[in-house]
């Protein structure tokens, strides 16, 4: 079983529009969570990047939100831009493997139209 | 800013031949990770390397092998290439001993078609 999930799986929104996007993980223990997003075909960017103790981290229009108690975490999009449609990743980082081997989600795919 | 260079950007090949994908970190990573794309599927992890030494073990089949060299970059080897094989295989690098987040930066990747 995948130890990170996210939903929803794709999701199709107006430009301008918001959306958010969900993240549940049993990676445990946990070092920090990411928020990639990816082009097709193209190698995953990061957005957002969190510890256990960050709560909401921001980058430009995208929000991301932490709760490490009940392991969740959501991806805000805000003003939706037609050059948001692109999958968005979960990715969580184990602690104490030392290398850093992520646990990815399966993605959402977010297609933004005019 | 520099970004993870890999190479090539396509490759095709035919089943039982051999390929060979390049990953030039970004300057001053000491670390590279190799992961294994397939379509529709989330990137498997393969392998890392720290200072040129292997680091941790992935899902890698015994056909394939990878090291890093002496200016950090990285080369995945594959041999007897299957259909299976075909996918996106992304490098990834990262400074491990300052980065509070160890944050991994992706590559473009390298498309394989094995036809």
Redesign the interface.
Known sequence: KNQVEQSPQSLIILEGKNCTLQCNYTVSPFSNLRWYKQDTGRGPVSLTIMTFSENTKSNGRYTATLDADTKQSSLHITASQLSDSASYICVVSPRLQAWGKLQFGAGTQVVVTP | AAG?IQSPRHLIKEKRETATLKCYPIPRHD?V?WYQQGPG???Q?LI?F?EKMQ??K?SIPDRFSAQQFSDYHSELNMSSLELGDSA?Y?C?S?L?RTS??????????T?LTVL
């Not at chain 2, 509070?100 to 990747?109: A, I, S, T, V």
């Open positions: 993870v670390t990770y599927q989330d990137p992890f890392s720290y680091s941790d992935g996106l992304f990834a990262s491990s509070q987040y160890n944050e991994q930066f992706f590559g473009p990747g498309r």
